[in-house]
């Protein structure tokens, strides 16, 4: 169980019981939420949460690097407390998106950086399909 108060608090940011619950909720789900979804599965047990709340301190745990922002395409932002690099597969039926595994992605950068004679900071490998819940359907 990571204790989520000595997280914040290694990053220097100032503890509150709002961004304890922002930061505890991404950590325990691999659905990679919208602000909106953290939004709207915060505001039950956490009544005075705003949306505006939620956007700002995803904003400042983006910076510290505390997670990390996806944009797949959907017209919204995803975000993710696994910070490791790893790829993603998006349902283009559900809307869903899935970790999964790869082998040789940092091959892959420098192959990029190589090529293009950039310094690369960041990447997101993002691949779309039907995933297995939808084939039924
Ligand atoms: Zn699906
Ligand atoms: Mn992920």
Do not use: W
């Not at 990053?11 to 325990?28: C, D, E, F, H």
């Not at 039926?93 to 950068?109: A, P, V």
């Amino acid at each position: 169980m990571i204790k989520i108060t000595e997280v914040l608090r290694k990053k220097g940011l100032k503890v509150t019981p709002q961004r304890i619950a922002i930061y505890a909720m991404l950590s325990n789900t691999k659905s990679h939420p919208s602000a909106e979804e953290i939004y709207k599965a915060l505001m039950p047990t956490n009544p005075t949460i705003s949306l505006a709340t939620v956007y700002k301190t995803l904003d400042i745990f983006k910076t510290t690097g505390l997670v990390h922002e996806l944009s797949v395409g959907n017209g919204r932002s995803n975000y993710d407390a696994n910070v490791l690099v790893h790829p993603h597969i998006v349902c283009t039926k559900c809307g869903k998106i899935y970790d999964f595994e790869i082998q040789g992605l940092n091959s892959l950068r420098n192959q990029v950086a190589n090529q293009t004679d950039f310094i690369v900071e960041s990447e997101q490998l993002t691949f779309y399909g039907t995933c297995p819940d939808c084939q039924k359907n």
